[in-house]
């Protein structure tokens, strides 16, 4: 799997886990997402704060890239 760093701009790559200025809680929730020119893909939330979120997909989508996403509940 691939793992996706959104952050608050698409011109940032991503920080280190060391280096971010606010924590990010933990979290494992299924997650579909799409960027600009990508299909449907499915992932997992792995992480998440104010500033960004951490997703484990087999979709290929760059640091940064600004991506439609949303949550999957039961």
Do not use: K, W, Y
Request: net charge negative; glycine share 8%.
């Amino acid at each position: 799997m691939h793992t996706v760093e959104s952050m608050n701009t698409a011109t940032q790559a991503a920080v280190p886990a060391e280096r971010r200025r606010r924590e990010r809680v933990p979290l494992s929730t299924p997650v579909l997402m799409r960027g600009h020119n990508t299909d449907l893909e499915v992932g997992t939330c792995t992480d998440i704060n104010q500033a960004g979120i951490g997703i484990d997909t087999d979709g290929i989508f760059a640091v940064g890239e600004v991506v439609d996403l949303e949550f999957v509940h039961d």
